[in-house]
């Protein structure tokens, strides 16, 4: 089994490849195929995924590459890619996944429909400015294949060039995804 990092709206950044490299990640699939962009915060990483690529665009971009792999896979989503990661969760594609973690994916709140065909961990922030999380909970958390929990951080704690980036929380996640993913905690 190998295992997919599927990246936030700032895509691979040096950080992103240390954690996949933390947790044993055979590829890494992001919004902009691999290129490096160094935003320089939120607001223009956020800007430059919606007009550019899309939630539709990086599902395509995800399904092609879970639709290449002929062995079981398990799948780490950061926000956007959270996002993209439940909605592949009901494609018929998406057989060789196994299981998946996505950490605040908020655009979930936008497809409460979706039954997922694989495990899905969905990792919640405290509070999002924008919908009620402990709502969006009740709504998903009796579906089947799906669990959730809900973190004392703020969306996008696990990521070091977020504003909400917290240490302890991406110390305790890491820990997490390192003894799920069965690998030493380095």
């Given at each position: 089994m190998s295992i997919i990092i599927v990246s936030d709206i700032f895509g691979v950044t040096p950080a992103l490849l240390h954690?996949?490299?933390?947790?044993?990640?055979?590829?890494?699939?992001?919004?902009?195929?691999?290129?490096?962009?160094?935003?320089?915060?939120?607001?223009?990483?956020?800007?430059?995924?919606?007009?550019?690529?899309?939630?539709?665009?990086?599902?395509?971009?995800l399904l092609k590459?879970?639709?290449?792999?002929?062995?079981?896979?398990?799948?780490?989503?950061?926000?956007?890619?959270?996002?993209?990661?439940?909605?592949?969760?009901?494609?018929?594609?998406s057989s060789t996944v196994k299981h998946a973690i996505c950490y605040y994916g908020s655009q979930i709140r936008n497809f409460t429909e979706i039954e997922p065909k694989f495990k899905i961990n969905l990792v919640f922030p405290a509070s999002e400015p924008a919908f009620d999380v402990v709502a969006l909970q009740k709504v998903i958390a009796s579906k089947v294949n799906v669990k959730t929990d809900k973190v004392t951080y703020l969306h996008g704690f696990m990521n070091y060039h977020s504003s909400n980036y917290n240490e302890i929380g991406y110390k305790e996640q890491m820990d997490f995804l390192c003894s799920v993913t069965s690998l030493p905690i380095s």
């Open positions: 954690m996949a490299e933390k947790v044993g990640a055979t590829n890494v699939v992001d919004p902009y195929e691999g290129r490096s962009m160094a935003f320089q915060n939120e607001a223009d990483a956020y800007s430059y995924f919606v007009e550019t690529v899309g939630l539709d665009k990086y599902l395509a971009a590459v879970v639709e290449s792999v002929d062995h079981q896979v398990t799948l780490i989503g950061f926000s956007v890619g959270a996002s993209v990661v439940w909605r592949l969760s009901e494609l018929k594609g």
